[in-house]
Each structure stands twice: as structure tokens, then as C-alpha cells.
């Protein structure tokens, strides 16, 4: 499930392409009961679903995942060491550490430009 779902930043996407939810729907290939279930956080979205939000909205996926507020995360397994955790939680870090640097520098430079 998802901590929130950003509706506002999805609905101001998909209004800068002129599309709509209805639109959005169709491009992800489910009903629009279930795409509403998705932006009021009733349901979480899938992988297949993430990626064709972020092609719809040309955005980066990592950025989509953040705006979808995507918390679950599968379990390790119950002999997996401590370390492999705290592994796979620094590596999660770090690429939204990337991301974050890239869009700062992104946005820094549409203000310069």
C-alpha cells in the first residue's frame, strides 16, 4: 500500500500533455473505478502500471514512484543476514539521492535558462 498518493502533481502532468485520468486509464489499460482506487490510495499501483504513468507523463520512473508514494516493500528473507537490509535500504537512498541531485540540477537550470 502507499503512504500518499500525489492526485495533484498526477492530475497537473497529465493536464501539461492535455489528458486526463480518463486518458491515463486507457494508457495503463484498467478500469477508471480502479485507476480512481489508485489516486485515493484504496489500492497500490503496480510496476507495469508505474511505468506506464512515468511514459504517459514522460517523467522519470523514480520520480513516479516517489509522486505514487510507494512503501511496500517485499519482505527478505527470514535467513538473510541484518547487513543485507541495511544493504538494499542505502542503495534505495542513494538512488533517490541521484534523483534528487538530477532534478535539482534540472530545475536550476529551467530557472537560469
Not at 497529465?14 to 485507476?35: F, M, P, Q, T
Amino acid at each position: 500500500m502507499s503512504l500518499f498518493f500525489d492526485a495533484d502533481w498526477f492530475d497537473a502532468k497529465l493536464a501539461e500533455r492535455g489528458l486526463d485520468r480518463a486518458a491515463l486509464a486507457i494508457a495503463v489499460g484498467i478500469e477508471r473505478s480502479d485507476l480512481h482506487a489508485v489516486f485515493t490510495n484504496a489500492r497500490a499501483p503496480t510496476q507495469s502500471e508505474l511505468e506506464t504513468f512515468a511514459t504517459v507523463l514522460r517523467a522519470d520512473i523514480l520520480e513516479v514512484m516517489l509522486k505514487s508514494g510507494v512503501a511496500a516493500r517485499e519482505a527478505p528473507p527470514a535467513d538473510a543476514p541484518p547487513s543485507d537490509r541495511i544493504e538494499s535500504i542505502e542503495a534505495r537512498l542513494d538512488a533517490i539521492d541521484t534523483w534528487l541531485a538530477e532534478f535539482e540540477a534540472q530545475a536550476k537550470k529551467k530557472a537560469a535558462g
